[in-house]
């Protein structure tokens, strides 16, 4: 199993699908789907309770794939974590060999949807990437991408444009 960015590295085409993990504890289906429909594909990212429904952790979904042979990514999900349970999370993907991560912002659950739950988004995708690149990088052999939203990708454009400014000025 060779990690997604040695790929990007070498300047391969890298093709991801993504899967849900199921609302269970057995993840054979999911394996089982993986290896007949996703052959082909570099990598299997694995989402982090998608459309804010409880379902197995993504990593123990994403060990269940690499033992199988695939190349998981590890979703995690910020509206659902707070800096603790991220820093644990990526601890125990380091300790199970799933260095790819896929940090994604989540989108806000409504009252309506869950009143038994709570959005914590102690981070934002972006804000999580720089915390780990901070705080965890020596603890760490993972490689973190991003997913954000639009408005986020202004704010972040917004805040580098301003320090290009004071740089310039």
């Known amino acids: 199993i060779m990690r997604i960015t040695e790929l990007f590295d070498n300047g391969q085409f890298v093709v991801t699908a993504e899967v849900g993990p199921p609302k269970g504890i057995d993840a054979s289906h999911v394996v089982n789907e993986a290896k007949e429909y996703l052959s082909g594909i570099t990598a299997v990212n694995v989402t982090d309770n998608q459309s804010s429904v409880m379902r197995m952790g993504s990593l123990p979904a994403c060990v269940a794939l690499k033992n199988a042979g695939l190349t998981p990514i590890l979703q995690l999900t910020c509206r659902d974590r707070n800096r603790i349970s991220m820093k644990g999370g990526l601890i125990a993907?380091?300790?199970e060999d799933v260095y790819d991560v896929?940090?994604?912002t989540g989108?806000?659950?409504t009252e309506s949807e869950r009143t038994d739950s709570k959005n914590?988004?102690?981070?934002?995708?972006?804000k999580l990437i720089n915390y780990i690149k901070q705080y965890l990088k020596n603890l760490l052999y993972i490689k973190i991408g991003l997913s954000i939203l639009p408005e986020e990708l202004m704010a972040i454009l917004?805040?580098?444009l301003k320090e290009m400014l004071k740089v310039n000025s």
């Open 93 to 95: 993907a380091n300790i």
């Open 102 to 104: 896929l940090a994604v």
């Open 107 to 109: 989108d806000k659950m």
């Open 158 to 160: 917004f805040l580098h």
């Open 120 to 126: 914590v988004f102690n981070f934002n995708s972006y």
